[in-house]
């Protein structure tokens, strides 16, 4: 069974930066992207960035292109969400998600495609 397990949330202040780690255990799936998304109160979930498993697809959202960068450490299963700049709207529960969602710019960013999702860890930024 595949599992994923997000790290690396906290509370900083606005311009601050965090390191959110996703790791993949189990049973993994090939041809697989892993994405971020995020969610806060009263909001729908949101895509944040993705990359593909050989990380030639990557795609970001408007909102945090050029802030956030998205790797993947392929010998730890591991996919790393570096957030800089951060704003009090990036406030979230930050999820990772791992599916075969292809690599077309739309299916990536649509939550429903993805098959295992990971418990979430906050990210709170305060202005």
């Known amino acids: 069974q595949m599992q994923l397990a997000e790290s690396g949330g906290g509370s900083v202040q606005a311009g601050d930066s965090l390191r959110l780690s996703c790791a993949a255990s189990?049973?993994?799936?090939?041809?697989?992207?892993i994405s971020w998304f995020r969610q806060s109160p009263g909001k729908e979930r949101e895509f944040v960035a993705s990359?593909?498993?050989?990380?030639?697809?990557?795609y970001y959202a408007d909102s945090v292109k050029g802030r956030f960068t998205i790797s993947k450490d392929n010998d730890k299963n591991t996919v790393i969400l570096q957030t800089d700049s951060l704003k009090a709207e990036d406030t979230a529960v930050y999820y990772c998600?791992?599916?075969?969602?292809?690599?077309?710019?739309?299916?990536?960013?649509?939550?429903?495609?993805?098959?295992?999702w990971g418990q979430g860890t906050q990210v709170t930024v305060s202005s």
């Open positions: 998600a791992l599916g075969n969602v292809g690599t077309h710019p739309i299916s990536v960013r649509m939550s429903r495609a993805y098959r295992f």
């Open positions: 189990g049973r993994i799936l090939s041809m697989y992207t």
């Open positions: 990359i593909n498993w050989n990380g030639a697809n990557i």
